[in-house]
């Protein structure tokens, strides 16, 4: 167990702390790493847990509701870090951007940033944070885009499955007319701004709940009852926006050069290679396949169906969107066909896969979407490894979900699978969720998670010729 540290989940759950890699270089930027990661618990136990900041985010950070976002704060922290035990460290990558927390910690410390996601809105979310309008530009924006859509004299309505059930006709209408609005502003930049005011606009006032990822509509009498006025929900989102701006421009004040970002949309296992190697690799993957743990796709489906695909940066594929899974099905553990013939080789890798395997055998659903999962899941974590330096530090930030009321041990199937990729662990912080309040799929009991989550720091040897650049 690392100095300071609380003891590992991984002890507790396993009685013993796993090796994690054969020859150990333990330099000085990973000894200065681990102490400072280990100074902060010993003044505050509680550090990593960043209660406080429970409801709290703000500036670019808080344009939108993505599911499972990271805290900004904590990422921030783990970077002060990793640049105190290692100045030269300039390119940070994720390759499961989600809304970009990271991306925009990185862009407040003058890091370069590459990152990737499958799902078109987060990259649209992306490339908003790091290019966003300024205020004022923004702010005159709205009042022209509402007074357009007040006027009425034009409305864009999409077809789309199950438009009518998610979005009654006023609503409807009132979309039709912002959209045309928005559509007619002349600036990309103010466009995808509006878009993402617009998917936020759309998160509060469909049919279906706010209280969960999955798509699922309120009874009817509740329907009834809600919001009728577009326009009006639009502008008081967009104009909190505006000052979610003023916050993000004063941040970026102290930033003295902008770096370079670049965020695809594509899948980890599109085998695509980046531009340039990153030195330190920050990121939080799917704990599980989307259907039963957090259902980005679905989430994101009717914002999708109503921005203009052309302001999306490399645009949507129209399979995304045919139905309200599609995201899902194309995401990590999509799809369990061919399962069961991979659990071969992924017990080779990781006895801890294989020894709960054992536990839910006799549920053969269940046991291949784990092993969809874990077989997506390794060959991400090979992907990733492309777009590393040799000698790249790594903090992944991870949950444990519970199959079949069984708690599925990721961190440790994680460990394992890096190990055998060359990884050396660095440490591993345990933090309690605030609250415990990270919401998964409704009524399912195979998605919840525990209250807490790990981050798990280490740092990627390759063998020699994998790669030119060493740090
Ligand atoms: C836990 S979320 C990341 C949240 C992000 N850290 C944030 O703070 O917003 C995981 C992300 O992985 C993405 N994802 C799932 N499967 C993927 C794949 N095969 N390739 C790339 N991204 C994927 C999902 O769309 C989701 O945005």
Redesign the pocket.
Known sequence: MSAGLVPSAIEEHYGHEPAVVSGHRNDGKTRCLREKLGAHVESDPDFWSFASLRHSRSGNHALFQ?????VPELQGALLDDLLAADSGASVVY?????????LLESLYRGLGFLG????PL?VLLCDVKANPPTEDEADKAVTAIVDYARRGAKMIVPVFPGVDKWFKPEIKQGLGQLKAAIVAQADRRVRRFMWVCLAETIRLISNSRTSTFKLHTYPADVIAKRETDAVASFESVTRRNVNNLTCHWKRMASVRTTPFIEVTR?????RHQPQQLADILM?????GD?RTT?P??QYSYLALSWIDGNDIPGGVDPKLLEFTAA?DS???G?SSRGADSARGDLANASPALERFIGLINDAPVLRRKVLAFAR?YKA?LTATARGLKNGAFCFF?LGERRVDKKSFPLVLVTEEFLAEQGHEKVDLIERTLPGSHKRLAPKNSEGATMGREFILVTRLWKESGDDQAER
């Not at 594509?266 to 599109?270: G, H, K, M, V």
């Open positions: 993505y599911p499972a976002m990271m994720d390759p499961f951007a989600g809304s970009g927390t990271v990737a996601d499958i799902n987060a594509q899948s980890i296992l599109s990121t939080s993957p799917p704990y989307n957090v980005y796709g995201i194309a995401s990590l999509g997506d991400a930030t």
